[in-house]
């Protein structure tokens, strides 16, 4: 994930600087986009983390405020969580996180020419459900296991950061964006113990269409 956004970054700046010399007057864009979520949580004593796949989904628009700025709210679905492998004094398993989200990421809007924009801004989430599943294999011999944590173990609001590029071809956008959550999901002891103080962080790759 931290190289991930360090090559945002990277991208973002170069195409900054092409862009700035092709300000003008840029046209708004609004329509649907959908696209592949990324996600993780950072969790405490863990062995190993995975990425876990899921998806985003929904609507945007861009209100334009100057030639070459506007901002872009968003409502989306977006699936997120975590697979985990934890070693204990209980024993060793894995437990699949699946959090879903509906979330409004509101948007600082650079456009650089009709090439791209740059986003960056807030995104804040609620959580609409999420479960869990384990495979254990502890001191008392192997455990299968599903919705040990529901909704009620979680936070319902999340909040956090998000910056990415979206690449225009004509109605046509390709995007990357990061999301980083500041909000601990964990609500409950329960929660907790399995996930500490851990925050929601997603890489997303998405297609947006324009039907303006």
Do not use: C, W
Not at 175 to 187: F, H, M, S, T, W
């Amino acid at each position: 994930m931290k190289k991930l956004k360090v090559k945002l970054g990277v991208v973002a700046v170069l195409l900054m600087l092409v862009g700035v010399k092709q300000a003008s007057a840029q046209e708004a864009r609004s329509g649907i986009k959908g696209g592949l979520n990324l996600s993780n949580l950072y969790v405490d004593d863990v062995d190993d983390e995975n990425v876990r796949g899921g998806f985003n989904a929904g609507i945007y628009t861009q209100i334009m405020v100057g030639e070459t700025f506007a901002i872009q709210p968003e409502l989306l679905y977006s699936a997120k969580g975590a697979k985990t492998e934890y070693d204990n004094t209980f024993g060793n398993g894995e437990t699949d996180f699946n959090l879903n989200y509906i979330e409004a990421p509101i948007l600082a809007t650079f456009k650089l020419g009709d090439a791209a924009d740059i986003h960056i801004g807030p995104y804040f989430g609620y959580l609409v459900s999420a479960k869990s599943k384990s495979t254990n294999d502890t001191v008392f011999g192997g455990i299968d296991s599903e919705g040990e944590l529901d909704r009620d173990n979680f936070n319902k609001f999340d909040y956090g950061l998000a910056g990415g590029i979206g690449f225009n071809f004509s109605a046509l956008t390709i995007g990357l964006r990061y999301n980083y959550g500041l909000a601990e999901i964990a609500k409950s002891d329960r929660a907790e113990t399995f996930l500490g103080d851990s925050k929601n962080s997603t890489a997303q790759v998405y297609a947006a269409f324009n039907l303006q």
